[in-house]
């Protein structure tokens, strides 16, 4: 999807002359020339068929179904998964409480709690867990699963108060990969229209915290316009201009970022070296707006970057073949679409927190299932 962004746009600057447009209260401007357009959109064209080559050789499709004699899921895993949604249901609406729901507030004490907030993973791998191994109608009606839908449907509501467009992509990301799973992964119109019209979603979140639209014309194009189509070029084209190069990974001091942030606080961690990411944001003339995988790839790697997003679809491939096996998911496989959800976020982030994310999430998922062997949670 953010691949296509990055083609979107750059095909429109390259053949229509498209440098600017508005979202909402802002002008969003691309700063390069054609001939950087091209070369970006030959880089991006040859990272998405690195993915996609990597990713088709794997996973292939899911041809089967099979519910029965499938994984037992117990009232204890369930409890607990309702437990850990709780958690930060209460976690949001305290930040919430303290910050006056003001989204500049709300940031900055998640920012300053962060440890606390990242543990919804443990409730997302567990969600999904039930997601890829019950079917969504017997989680509908079944009584025994009425708290999991009461707990879903609030933790929806209290990442909508906290305006927090990633977490809410995360869960939607759950819901519809678990469902186009039990639909046996074929692809349907149907399915694209969905989704396109959940892409609206955070568009109406980051509503809430910008100045409306000067007219109807301008609120309803941006509805449907992604600022990162923009934003995401500039730092690629800043890179590709002003060749922006490293003698070593951007990203070699964000490794430690796998260690928890209450343990980095706790051992005094060094704080990784954003120098590469402050000068490419100024060079593009962002600010605010993420950063942009693709583009930190370019200075690292160039077009051998071809091979680093062929190792990133191996690697989601295999999780989603192992997720394929719908009904009998062992909840290791249940990270699958928590890792399909970071790569899509991480491409306008940076790469050291898809990094960062993918290890702790396998380890998170490594953990649960231990227990679930262990103590007999199933």
């Known amino acids: 999807m953010v691949f296509m962004l990055h083609v979107n746009f750059l095909l429109q600057n390259i053949f229509l002359g498209r440098e600017s447009a508005q979202f909402f209260d802002q002008a969003m401007t691309y700063n390069f020339d054609v001939a950087t357009s091209i070369l970006a959109l030959q880089f991006v064209v040859l990272c998405m068929l690195g993915f996609y080559l990597g990713y088709k050789i794997i996973y292939r499709g899911n041809n089967f179904t099979c519910y029965n004699?499938?994984?037992y899921i117990t009232r204890t895993t369930t409890s607990v998964t309702a437990a850990s949604s709780v958690f930060i249901i209460l976690y949001v609406l305290y930040a919430g409480y303290v910050s006056g729901f003001n989204y500049g507030l709300m940031h900055q004490f998640r920012s300053q709690n962060g440890f606390i907030f990242e543990l919804r993973a443990i409730y997302l791998v567990l969600l999904s867990f039930h997601l890829l191994n019950i079917p969504i109608?017997?989680?509908?009606?079944?009584?025994?699963?009425?708290?999991?839908?009461?707990?879903?449907?609030?933790?929806?509501?209290?990442?909508?108060?906290?305006?927090?467009?990633?977490?809410?992509f995360e869960v939607f990301v759950v819901f519809l990969y678990s469902y186009a799973m039990w639909k046996k992964d074929k692809f349907k119109f149907k399915y694209v229209l969905v989704f396109s019209a959940l892409?609206?979603?955070?568009?109406?979140?980051?509503?809430?915290?910008?100045?409306?639209?000067?007219?109807?014309?301008?609120?309803?194009?941006s509805l449907f316009y992604f600022e990162y189509g923009t934003l995401l070029n500039n730092f690629l084209g800043a890179v590709i201009f002003y060749e922006v190069e490293n003698e070593y990974a951007s990203f070699a001091s964000?490794?430690?970022?796998?260690v928890p942030s209450i343990l980095r606080d706790l051992f005094e961690f060094t704080q990784p070296n954003y120098d590469y990411i402050n000068r490419v944001s100024n060079l593009a003339e962002v600010s605010g707006g993420g950063f942009s995988l693709i583009a930190q790839v370019y200075s690292d790697f160039k077009?051998?970057?071809?091979?680093?997003?062929?190792?990133i679809g191996l690697v989601i491939g295999w999780l989603n073949k192992k997720a394929?096996?719908?009904?009998?998911?062992?909840?290791?496989?249940?990270?699958?679409?928590?890792?399909?959800?970071?790569?899509?976020?991480?491409?306008?982030?940076?790469?050291g927190v898809f990094f960062k994310y993918s290890i702790q999430i396998m380890i998170l998922g490594l953990i649960l299932e231990f227990f679930r062997r262990g103590v007999k949670i199933r």
Not at 201 to 209: A, D, G, I, K, T
């Open 69 to 71: 004699n499938g994984i």
């Open 324 to 351: 394929s096996n719908i009904g009998r998911v062992h909840l290791f496989y249940a990270i699958s679409p928590l890792i399909y959800s970071m790569f899509i976020l991480s491409l306008r982030n940076d790469f």
């Open 199 to 221: 892409l609206i979603f955070p568009n109406l979140l980051v509503m809430l915290r910008m100045s409306a639209a000067e007219d109807w014309q301008t609120f309803i194009a």
């Open 303 to 311: 077009f051998n970057s071809f091979f680093i997003f062929f190792l």
């Open 254 to 258: 964000q490794i430690q970022l796998i």
């Open 137 to 168: 109608r017997i989680l509908v009606k079944e009584k025994r699963y009425r708290w999991l839908r009461v707990t879903f449907v609030l933790y929806c509501i209290a990442l909508i108060s906290f305006q927090a467009r990633s977490p809410m």
